[in-house]
């Protein structure tokens, strides 16, 4: 006999969940149903949705009740998700989180979206996203930990969903850090995959050569089995790989970039991180001193690729309806036209020189993973423009937030965010694990086990 659902149910990790659909100890619409209950008490504080699709959502679950009653088992059958604002849904608008588009609903699924259809998964509806992804604020989402704060972006609605118990999984992007910095403000965890393995057709891009197309949960286990739905070839995105390349062989060191973090990330974070290393090493994974280029240089170039690929999706949009975007992001596009062509082409061969210099390193070191926190520093405040580093260094909140997650776009490299832990300000802080390219199944497993030792974060408060 199904025991009466509660909010356990709408906080059960996925896999777990899957097991108690099998043994008819709950149902998907029960699920459904607590969660929709925390929707009602909580969107509007939370405001992590742009489109809800109840009649679909329900609907999907009564179906997933009865293939579960009909011992018809899929990988996510019953599974709440919910979608990042940029990838197509059949029958709802695809908006960015802008004004500017969406004003039709998509005719067809994106390629991940179908996958996870057919996979069993019941589509809550549309999550709230920085304008057209670009940025890391995702207002006018609030942090489930502390509605004063930012959940981070751009995939700040899923990030917001996950930790106040909305669904159990969803689907964002990532093109400078936007599913591992709001997983780290938020306390879930996400997930960027080597670049390829994930394919983005029916995705509205930010950048062609960057984005990235990426799992959230609120456990490693249950990102991997998400990636397992959702990774795979697809002939319609010409960044897709035809097949998962091999592994590198392994290696035990852990590299840590001291340079980048010392006297700038905030000491409640440092505190976690330190223990979360400590944690490494006795898992084996000696530790290695990483002097590599300046965060700066990674950002940069990353800018000069991203700019004249956004421009070039979103040209004839601020043309024709400017009026339409949000403050300053027309001339935040437009400024994409004066890359050269000479200027794009140096910058992606020196993005593959970095790259394959940095991997040379690291073969020379012995370094098969990174370890860095995810941001330097918690969630700021709604509203804040800037802040300020432990080293003294002003930033504008988007410089700060991506200093330790761009760099890992530029290489492509797999890189995921973990819940470290809450500082005494009780906010969320992230540890960001780095692979090597094509690497995807060791860094899970070894952020899998390192979550297993960190204490597990307790539910943000209801109040």
């Not at 356990?8 to 777990?16: H, I, M, N, P």
């Not at 949009?317 to 400017?322: L, N, T, V």
């Not at 832990?421 to 780095?434: A, E, F, K, T």
């Amino acid at each position: 006999m199904a025991a009466e659902p509660s909010d356990d149910d709408a906080f059960c990790d996925a896999c777990t969940l899957l097991g108690r659909f099998a043994r008819h100890e709950t149902s998907p619409s029960a699920v459904l149903a607590v969660q929709e209950r925390r929707l009602a008490a909580r969107e509007s504080a939370l405001r992590c949705y742009i489109t809800y699709d109840a009649q679909g959502a329900q609907a999907a679950a009564s179906s997933a009740d009865d293939a579960w009653q009909a011992d018809r088992p899929k990988p996510l059958l019953g599974l709440t998700l919910g979608v990042k604002d940029l990838y197509d849904v059949a029958g709802l608008p695809t908006t960015g989180g802008s004004a500017a588009y969406g004003q039709e609903p998509a005719v067809a699924d994106a390629t991940v979206i179908r996958r996870l259809r057919d996979a069993g998964a019941v589509i809550t509806g549309k999550l709230n996203t920085e304008e057209l992804a670009f940025g890391v604020i995702s207002a006018p989402t609030r942090n489930p930990y502390n509605a004063s704060r930012i959940p981070g972006g751009s995939s700040g609605g899923s990030a917001a969903a996950l930790a106040a118990g909305l669904i159990q999984l969803s689907v964002g992007t990532d093109t400078a850090g936007s599913i591992r910095i709001p997983a780290a403000l938020c306390g879930v965890v996400g997930y960027k995959p080597s670049q390829g393995i994930v394919p983005r057709t029916g995705v509205m891009p930010l950048s062609d050569s960057l984005d990235h197309a990426c799992p959230m949960a609120r456990t490693v286990a249950d990102v991997r089995l998400l990636l397992d739905v959702i990774a795979g070839p697809d002939p319609d995105d010409p960044l897709s790989l035809p097949s998962i390349p091999p592994a590198p062989e392994p290696l035990t060191g852990v590299g840590v970039p001291w340079a980048w973090l010392r006297d700038e990330v905030d000491q409640g974070t440092l505190d976690l991180f330190l223990h979360a290393l400590a944690l490494l090493e006795q898992q084996g994974l000696r530790q290695e001193d990483l002097d590599w280029p300046p965060p700066e240089e990674f950002i940069s170039l990353q800018g000069s690729i991203r700019a004249p690929e956004t421009y070039l999706t979103h040209r004839d949009a601020i043309a024709e309806r400017p009026e339409k975007f949000g403050p300053g992001l027309v001339a935040r596009i437009a400024a994409g036209r004066d890359s050269s062509a000479v200027d794009y082409v140096a910058a992606l061969r020196e993005r593959h020189r970095l790259r394959r210099e940095l991997e040379q390193d690291l073969e020379r070191r012995g370094v098969g993973f990174l370890a860095l926190p995810t941001t330097p520093l918690p969630a700021p405040p709604v509203g804040d423009t800037h802040v300020e580093l432990r080293s003294g260094l002003h930033l504008t909140v988007r410089e700060a937030l991506i200093r330790y997650t761009a760099p890992f776009n530029v290489t492509g490299w797999p890189a995921i965010s973990l819940p470290l832990g809450l500082g005494r300000d009780g906010l969320p802080r992230g540890l960001q694990l780095v692979g090597r390219l094509y690497d995807d199944q060791r860094l899970l497993d070894v952020a899998e086990r390192l979550s297993s030792l960190l204490p597990p974060l307790p539910r943000p408060s209801d109040a």
